[in-house]
Nanobody
């Protein structure tokens, strides 16, 4: 049974930092591209960041470039999202997703096509 478990969310003041983790089990982790998405109240789930199979290629949404960094440790089956200079508009539930297909520059917005999803972790940034 495949599981993706996010952790590390919480409440932080604007300008602060958080580090999210996504721990995977039940799959050959290095065979999967890992994505971070987020969903704010009343909004659609949106792409945040992605890491290729071995972490050599990463993509970011324009809204987080220069502030967020995605990394992965395939030996520990874990992906991280380091979030710095947080803003109130970063407030959302953050989800990780895993997909076998190669990472492409144009991120697939059909969320149903992703192989696996985690349950999400809440990030709240106060002003």
């Amino acid at each position: 049974q495949v599981q993706l478990v996010e952790s590390g969310g919480g409440l932080v003041q604007a300008g602060g930092s958080l580090r999210l983790s996504c721990a995977a089990s039940g799959l050959t982790f290095s065979n999967y591209v890992i994505y971070w998405f987020r969903q704010a109240p009343g909004k659609e789930r949106e792409f945040v960041a992605a890491s290729s199979w071995r972490g050599g290629v990463t993509y970011y949404a324009d809204s987080v470039k220069g502030r967020f960094t995605i990394s992965r440790d395939n030996a520990k089956n874990t992906v991280f999202l380091q979030m710095n200079s947080l803003k109130p508009e970063d407030t959302a539930v953050y989800y990780c997703a895993a997909d076998r297909r190669p990472l492409r520059p144009i991120i697939n917005t059909n969320l149903a096509e992703y192989n696996y999803w985690g349950q999400g972790t809440q990030v709240t940034v106060s002003s």
